[in-house]
């Protein structure tokens, strides 16, 4: 029996996806429709102990407001970055929001009384996009978000894999150019050294002497004067587009996906992006299974959205 089949007519999810700077939350039904949703800020600064209590605090506030409309919180389900633990519900690592070692889980249920999961943000959006985004109908999935990194999911009929330490697909960091920039790991050649959007924009900053005149370009600005036949910003989106490829090619051999779905901001590029990077991915097939390469179709929703089923999973 999927979770949508054994709920109750007003049970909901509360879901929070906590970001470095934001949290997205949301009241959610079991079919993965979303009935209510509110933004905080974060505020990482303020140190990790600060950042729980809001996170508990507005977990609380919309298991209140839940009630308050008439409908039946049954689970939460929270989703933050880093290396996530979620077998002990435990927010082993984040860079971005301080963690270190928190049993968000535990906290939370002790908190609001309800179920609790506690999961990774890339790998419950890659959950989401493969139940009820662009991955929806295919079995074997790999979701992979690029913006400031570039981190996936492999995602299995409806489930996602974590790794024996919870941190399974981090392919921004398999090495794609040896001796190439230097990655926020450490090491000269990672896949989100080149290709990242953050990447992007400080290679394009690099080629051209570094933003002399007003802001300097994003990863969309590169990729629209790389359309436009700009020599330095196509040099710069051409190598990232095939350095892109090397790591999808290296995922589709290690998991034969059917589909390769594409998130993150650098996804916004569209047809700029897809195009070639789905003629480059091809290329590198040999005896492979071709995958499809998709947009992401739920948006910055995915989290909270797989936070939900997470939690739904896991009750
Ligand atoms: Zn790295």
Not at 54 to 75: H, M, S, W
Not at 91 to 102: E, M, P, Q
Not at 267 to 289: I, V
Request: charged share 20%; aromatic share 2%.
């Amino acid at each position: 029996m999927s979770p949508a089949d054994a709920a109750g007519p007003a049970d909901v999810v509360v879901a929070l996806d906590v970001g470095g700077t934001g949290m997205k939350c949301a009241l959610v039904r079991p079919d993965g429709s979303t009935v209510h949703t509110e933004r905080h800020p974060t505020d990482a600064g303020r140190g990790p102990d600060a950042v729980v209590e809001t996170i508990l605090d507005v977990a609380e506030g919309l298991a209140g407001k839940a009630r308050a409309d008439g409908l039946d919180p049954v689970a939460l389900g929270i989703a933050v970055p880093g290396v996530v633990d979620e077998t002990a519900g435990v927010a082993v690592w984040s860079a971005n929001v301080g963690f270190r070692d928190v049993p968000l889980r535990d906290l939370a249920a002790a908190r609001l009384g309800l179920p609790t999961a506690l999961g990774h943000d890339v790998r419950v959006g890659g959950l989401a996009e493969a139940r009820l985004g662009a991955g929806r109908g295919t079995g074997h999935v790999l979701f992979v978000a690029i913006g400031t990194g570039i981190a996936a999911a492999h995602v299995v009929d409806g489930v996602a894999a974590t790794g024996a330490h919870g941190a399974a697909g981090e392919i921004g960091h398999i090495l794609v150019r040896p001796g190439g920039p230097r990655c926020g790991c450490g090491r000269d050649g990672c896949l989100e050294a080149v290709a990242s959007a953050s990447a992007i924009a400080r290679r394009y900053a690099e080629a051209t002497g570094g933003g002399l005149a007003g802001t300097p370009a994003s990863a969309a600005d590169v990729a629209d004067r790389a359309a436009a036949g700009e020599p330095a910003a196509a040099g710069v989106w051409a190598e990232a587009v095939e350095a892109l490829a090397d790591g999808l090619a290296t995922g589709q051999s290690l998991y034969d996906v059917e589909s390769i779905v594409v998130g993150g901001g650098l996804a916004q590029a569209g047809p700029r992006l897809f195009d070639p990077l789905r003629a480059a991915l091809h290329e590198r097939m040999t005896f492979h299974r071709r995958p499809r390469l998709v947009a992401a179709a739920l948006g910055d929703e995915a989290g909270c959205l797989g936070a939900a089923l997470l939690a739904l999973d896991a009750r």
